[in-house]
Structure formats: C-alpha cells, structure tokens
C-alpha cells in the first residue's frame, strides 16, 4: 500500500520569505511525482512533475526535489507572493493511480 | 492545449434525486478518466477509473450502483449519483489522461460541488 504525507498541514509566512513544503511516502516504486496547486473550490493545477529517473524540476520561483530511495520531495518556493496562497498537494503514480497526500495549506500575508 | 471541462460546476438538489456530472477532454483523447471525491479540507480520494468502452474498475468501498460511470467516447465520461443523499454531497473532481501508459499525466477538471438538502 501506497501512503503519501504532507508536513505541514498548514503554513502562514509573511511576503517574501522562501519555503519548503514536505512530502514523503512509503512505497519507492514511483513511476513519477506532481506537485498540484488548489486554489478553494477549484479543480488541480499542475506546478512540477517529476519522473521517477530525476532528482529535480523547476519552474521559475518553484523548485521541487525528488529523493526516491529515502522516500522523500520538497517543493521550494522562492520569495513568497500573497498570490501564491493556495493549498499545495503532492501526488505520487503508482500502481497505475495518482496517489495524493493531505496538502499543505499556504497563507502569504502581505 | 489538455483542456478538461466539467459541468456542472455546482449543483443543488433534494435527497432521492439522481445527479449527472459531465467531464469533457476539449483537446485530446481521453483513452482513460478517473473520478475522485473531496471532503473538506482533505486530499482527493481516487472513486473510480474508466477506459474508454469498458466498464469502470471502482475502488474498494466505492458502490458502483451508486456512482455509476460511463466513458462512452474518448471525448466524454459521465458520473451519475443515483438516489442521492446528503451524505453524498461532496466536491467530485474528474482527470483526463490521454495515450497509453501511467507515464502520461492526468488533466484535471474544475470540480463539480453537490449538495444534497
């Protein structure tokens, strides 16, 4: 079985700051990771996704790692924006399914 | 381009009444789509995935006489909340894959939010 865990639930910072949001999971055998953004009430947004042969993507502010054998991604965003609040999920395909984690709901005060 | 729409995207209705929501591939085939259920504040749960022309393969706890699918074309998949309850309001959410293989990513919809009075 395939879990996937988020830390932290939720995280509130102020404009500017740099962050890193956590996402582990216990299965190896990945075939790729996505980083999602949802916004309230809306559909998934795809940010990054990495395959299962990378350790990183990026995409301008957004950097997101990928250590396979440990189990473990961290997306890092760089000089936060109060736009950038949302509430961001990582999913793992496995078995042939999206296996997502619980989110981390970002806050960016201005 | 990989454009999903889903309608509708809020829906109201009494308890006992039967709900379809509708998820389009606007851009490409969708040779499979899968369905998930949302409650509040929590992650997306994987209902259902559907091929296109065969039956859909429910996950386990997911009664398939109450969520019944249909993925009659590459372009279009259906979820039908039969006899619904409140228990069954939720923010349901479509994806879309297109090609052959799990490598290929999944194109979400927008969501659909049904609240059963």
């Known amino acids: 079985k395939q879990e996937v865990t988020q830390i932290p639930a939720a995280l509130s910072v102020p404009e500017g700051e740099n962050l890193v949001l956590n996402c582990s999971f216990t299965?190896?055998?990945?075939?790729?990771l996505q980083w999602f953004r949802q916004d309230p009430g809306k559909g998934l947004t795809s940010l990054l996704l990495?395959?299962?042969?990378?350790r990183e993507q990026t995409s301008g502010r957004l950097n997101a790692s990928l250590d396979k054998s440990s189990g473990r991604s961290t997306l890092y965003i760089a000089a936060s924006q109060p736009g950038d609040s949302a509430t961001y999920l990582c999913?793992?395909?496995?078995?042939?399914?999206?296996?997502f984690g619980q989110g981390t709901e970002l806050s960016v005060k201005p | 381009g990989a454009v999903v729409s889903q309608h509708p995207s809020w829906v109201i209705c009494k308890s006992g009444t039967s709900v379809k929501i509708e998820c389009r591939s606007l851009?490409?085939?969708?040779?499979?789509m899968f369905w998930y259920r949302q409650f509040p504040k929590q992650s997306l749960m994987l209902m259902a995935t559907?091929?296109?022309?065969?039956?859909?393969?429910?996950e386990q706890g997911v009664e398939k006489d109450k969520f019944l699918i249909n993925h009659a074309s590459l372009t279009l998949s259906t979820l039908t909340v039969t006899s619904a309850h409140p228990e069954d309001s939720s923010f349901y959410i479509c994806?879309?894959?297109?090609?052959?293989?799990?490598?290929?990513?999944?194109?979400f919809g927008d969501g659909t939010r049904l609240s059963i009075l």
């Open positions: 994806s879309a894959r297109g090609g052959q293989g799990e490598g290929q990513p999944q194109h």
């Open positions: 299965d190896s055998a990945i075939y790729n």
């Open positions: 990495i395959q299962s042969s990378q």
């Open positions: 999913a793992v395909t496995w078995g042939g399914k999206l296996i």
């Open positions: 851009d490409f085939q969708a040779t499979t």
């Open positions: 559907s091929n296109e022309g065969s039956k859909a393969t429910y």
